[in-house]
């Protein structure tokens, strides 16, 4: 008992001392005369990550928070993972859901779904925090199913492939920076959801809570056998 109250403590203060820097940080911002930037902590039994929302997606980041404001997404698990490539979740539907039984989603009208948001200077990196989407031809997002990717490392060629076979159909006039191209080289990530998924924010500190949640076992459907819960809270 004294040990669990110790890393509780320990967790408390850490998450109190990230608050403080990012606090500073977003007065800063709004002294530049910038718009305030939003963090929110997402905690989990393998530890916690903060991520940064976007400004530049201001529809999907007004979304997220409004949902993590309303406790939509505490208790929610991560219903599908694939080591590699991704960990999807907050679907308010899986809150009571025992590990064994199946899934059931909450599904989203076409007038509540949340219409792209494609950035040219956002990609599908290492720790990238994006809008689940179904099959529909606006590529419009889910309003709370969301995925963090986790995804691997390419080199230029195998980006470009990708770009070739999927990214350039869905958007004739992206073209990745050289930046964007070493980022895949050296930190790694998904680049054949670029432009077709609205990311709307990324992970800055606990990337490796990711890989921890990546390598649970899963199902045939990719669903952890053991649920992983999450409780997201607004860090400013």
């Known amino acids: 008992m004294m040990k669990q109250y110790k890393n509780y403590a320990i967790k ?16 800063h911002a709004q002294k530049q ?10 905690s989990t039994p393998y530890g916690n990550m903060v991520a940064k929302l976007y400004n530049s997606t201001p529809h999907h980041r007004d979304n997220f928070i409004k949902n993590v404001e309303n ?7 991560f219903h599908r993972v694939i080591a590699g490539f991704m960990m999807q979740g907050g679907d308010p539907a899986t809150k009571t859901l025992a590990d064994t039984a199946a899934m059931q989603y ?23 925090l994006a809008a689940a989407r179904d099959g529909n031809p606006r590529k419009a997002s889910h309003a709370f199913q969301f995925y963090i990717v986790q995804g ?15 990214v350039q159909p ?5 073209h990745y920076t050289h930046e ?25 500190s606990g990337l490796d809570v990711i890989d921890k ?23 400013n």
Do not use: C
């Not at 406790?71 to 698990?77: C, F, L, N, R, V």
């Open 12 to 27: 408390r203060v850490w998450a109190l001392v990230v608050l403080l820097v990012l606090v500073g940080f977003s007065a």
């Open 33 to 42: 005369g910038k718009e305030k930037e939003r963090y929110v902590l997402i």
């Open 71 to 77: 406790g939509a997404y505490d208790s929610t698990i």
């Open 106 to 128: 909450t599904t989203t009208p076409p007038n509540e779904q949340i219409l792209p948001e494609f950035r040219d200077d956002i990609i599908h990196e290492r720790g990238a």
């Open 152 to 166: 691997r490392t390419y080199d230029s060629a195998a980006v470009q492939n990708f770009y070739v076979q999927r």
């Open 170 to 174: 869905a958007n004739p006039n992206f």
């Open 180 to 204: 964007q191209l070493e980022r895949y080289a050296r930190i790694g990530g998904a680049p054949y959801l670029d432009q077709q998924y609205t990311v709307f924010g990324q992970v800055i």
């Open 213 to 235: 949640i990546a390598a649970q076992a899963t199902d045939k459907n990719n669903r952890p056998l053991k649920n992983v819960r999450m409780t997201i809270t607004m860090l």
